[in-house]
């Protein structure tokens, strides 16, 4: 072997060895900048959870104030207190669950406002009797349904949506007690909620 | 004489195909009334027209500057925006908040363009009172 032949398999060895560190470091930095990026995303995610999920806990409060104010208002006769008193109960383990929810993502729970700014909010100086007050319930708990199901292709996680969907699952069944307490026909058709 | 003939009668085409594909895509006309049922269904729980609750009051929002409700804290992603709600605007935040304004606290999809169309009529006509 001359010193020519030699020299151009000594430059061969040091290219190929070159490629292989260049190569294992490139794929280094990939995966690197790949895990980086889904780091990002899955922070992304949280963040924006988050968000959606406090929106719900705003709900949530909202429909508790609600029915403390209507259980408070004088207007509803004992039984339906009661009912109502129930219906909130369900709507704090929503709020509770919510809480819980956020809390894991690394949030911070939205907070309740005073029941005066809830009732302002939701003009129950205008309701004068038993139907006024169903029927803003009904309004309320029919829009709550359609929030939940209409949340559900935000949210980022399975255990997510099926949060959401249990909670749509409650407010649906607020709403089928609340219809047929105000005399609500049965809707004609099915996939009543969520379209 | 021919071949520019030729060329003006296949630009001519082009346009027409163009404009029959476009009229294919043209936006869904909406009805108030309808917008009316789905605006308390659907926006009711989390909004009304006149007082702020989980989002903002909602009279006048049609050509409305973005995050500008007195008295309404919105998420930060809104507020670094600079757009105006015009109808084109409010339908694509109605079919997918987050994909408009990532970060935004609305999760709440309409998916279906006719239902968007008739929220929107709706909300065009509930105009702020003349000062």
Same mark, same amino acid.
């Given at each position: ?119 302002? &909010?939701?003009? =129950?100086?205008? /309701?004068? #009797? ?6 803003? *319930?009904?309004? +309320?708990?029919? $829009? @709550? ?26 407010? &649906?069944?607020? =709403?089928?007690? /609340?219809? #047929? ?6 809707? *004609?058709?099915? +996939?009543?909620? $969520? @379209? | ?131």
């Amino acid at each position: 072997m001359n010193d020519a032949h030699h020299g151009l398999r000594m430059r061969r060895h040091l290219l190929r060895g070159g490629a292989a560190t260049l190569t294992v470091a490139g794929i280094t930095a990939l995966l690197g900048s790949r895990g980086a990026a889904l780091a990002q995303k899955r922070n992304a995610n949280a963040a924006q959870d988050v968000g959606l999920l406090n929106a719900a806990i705003a709900l949530e409060h909202e429909g508790i104030a609600a029915y403390t104010i209507a259980a408070g208002s004088g207007l509803l006769q004992p039984a339906v207190v009661k009912i109502g008193v129930t219906f909130r109960g369900h709507h704090q383990r929503h709020r509770d669950e919510l809480v819980r929810a956020v809390t894991a993502l690394g949030g911070r729970p939205a907070a309740a406002r005073s029941d005066a700014e809830y009732a302002t &909010a939701l003009n =129950a100086g205008a /309701l004068k #009797n038993q139907t006024d007050v169903l029927r803003l *319930a009904l309004r +309320l708990e029919r $829009g @709550a349904a359609n929030a939940y199901l209409g949340l559900i292709p935000s949210l980022s996680t399975a255990e997510q949506h099926q949060l959401a969907a249990r909670m749509a699952g409650d407010e &649906a069944f607020h =709403a089928a007690i /609340l219809g #047929n307490a105000v005399g609500d026909p049965i809707p *004609a058709d099915g +996939l009543m909620f $969520g @379209a | 004489m021919h071949l520019l003939a030729y060329g003006t009668a296949a630009v001519g085409l082009a346009a027409a195909v163009l404009a029959s594909s476009a009229g294919a895509q043209s936006p869904v006309v909406g009805d108030a009334r309808r917008g009316e049922q789905l605006y308390q269904s659907r926006c009711g729980a989390c909004h009304s027209l006149d007082a702020n609750r989980v989002g903002p009051r909602h009279r006048g929002v049609v050509g409305r500057r973005v995050a500008s409700v007195s008295g309404y804290r919105y998420s930060a992603a809104l507020q670094a925006r600079a757009f105006v709600w015009d109808e084109p605007r409010l339908d694509q935040w109605l079919e997918n908040p987050t994909a408009l304004v990532p970060g935004t606290a609305m999760g709440m999809r309409v998916p279906k363009a006719q239902d968007r169309a008739d929220i929107i009529a709706y909300l065009r006509d509930q105009r702020l009172a003349s000062p």
